[in-house]
Nanobody, 125 residues
Framework: QVELVESGGGLVQPGGSLRLSCAAS????????MGWFRQAPGKEREFVAA????????VYADSAKGRFTISRDKAKSTVFLQMNDLKPEDTGVYYC??????????????????WGQGTQVTVSS
């Protein structure tokens, strides 16, 4: 049973930084894609970034490019999302997701079977 546990959320001022972590267990992640999604109140869950576990290939939403960096530590089975220059519109619950997906599917949250519980990120002055 795959389990994902996020941490690292919090309240930060505009322009600040946060580093989210997603600890993964219960599976062999070699062929998996690990994704970060976020959901603001009243909005649909949206793609932020993803990384292919084995190769380390990454992809980002346009809103995240240049500000966010996704990475993974294979030894610790953990995926990170470093978020810099945060903006109020980055506010939301951030979720880690994982599944064995083809690369063309990674932006679609409906294609992921495994999700964490989410961690709140609030960007406000």
């Amino acid at each position: 049973q795959v389990e994902l546990v996020e941490s690292g959320g919090g309240l930060v001022q505009p322009g600040g930084s946060l580093r989210l972590s997603c600890a993964a267990s219960g599976g062999s992640f070699g062929s998996y894609v690990m994704g970060w999604f976020r959901q603001a109140p009243g909005k649909e869950r949206e793609f932020v970034a993803a990384i292919k576990w084995n190769s380390g290939n990454t992809v980002y939403a346009d809103s995240a490019k240049g500000r966010f960096t996704i990475s993974r530590d294979k030894a610790k089975s953990t995926v990170f999302l470093q978020m810099n220059d945060l903006k109020p519109e980055d506010t939301g619950v951030y979720y880690c997701a994982a599944d064995n997906l083809i690369w063309s599917s990674i932006r679609n949250p409906n294609r992921y079977d495994h999700w964490g519980q989410g961690t709140q990120v609030t960007v406000s002055s």
